[in-house]
């Protein structure tokens, strides 16, 4: 993984109580190929991310989901955490900002309990999708097609159940995200 996502703007939302492993391996990952991912957030100033139920490390917002405008990024990661998913998904600009991916046709990851944002954004019917375990009736509800395994890709929809899975998770990242920013090129250069 060196240059396959270079220069590509990524957000990455999430608030306190994110899982801080979820947060930081992604990030590591989209960095080492070449993105630049920038922490949007429900409020401007620092989060707290959460090593399961401990505090951890303190993480400084870029900008906050009200004016991070969608348009100016190419791919979104949604790193999981119960607390982080729960006021994620109660925020109304958060979900409007994660839908606009989707109508967009951009990139979304997500991990452990962020899958709950997307039921919320109703972007999930019809897809092919896993989470942290105990999520799966509230996706089914939503209309997914819930499946216990480390890495989901559903077009440009990739998602995985917990820490444990975050290399696989890591690596389909990098490869949807690099196949649709190819695509994205390849549609400019026909237009």
């Known amino acids: 993984m060196a240059d396959e996502l270079s220069g590509m703007r990524v957000a990455v939302l999430a608030t306190d109580g994110v899982e801080q492993v ?24 620092e989060i707290t991310a959460y090593q399961h139920i401990d505090k951890g490390d303190r993480k400084k917002v870029d900008s906050t989901v009200a004016d991070a405008d969608p348009d100016d990024y190419a791919a979104l990661v949604l790193p999981g955490g119960v607390i982080n998913g729960d006021f994620v998904r109660a925020d109304a600009d958060a979900v409007a900002f994660v839908k606009a991916f989707f109508d967009a046709g951009k990139p979304v990851a997500a991990i452990c309990h962020a899958p709950w944002v997307l039921a919320e954004a109703d972007v999930v019917r019809g897809r092919r999708m896993t989470s942290w375990p105990s999520l799966q009736t509230d996706l089914r509800n939503a209309g997914a097609t819930w499946v216990d395994e480390e890495v989901v890709v559903d077009g440009a929809l990739v998602t995985s159940r917990n820490p444990d899975d975050l290399d696989a998770f890591g690596a389909a990242i990098v490869e949807v995200f690099a196949k649709a920013e190819a695509d994205a090129e390849d549609d400019d250069a026909e237009a």
């Open 22 to 45: 979820e947060l930081d391996r992604p990030w590591q990952t989209l960095e080492e190929a070449g993105a630049e991912p920038e922490l949007i957030s429900l409020e401007a100033g």
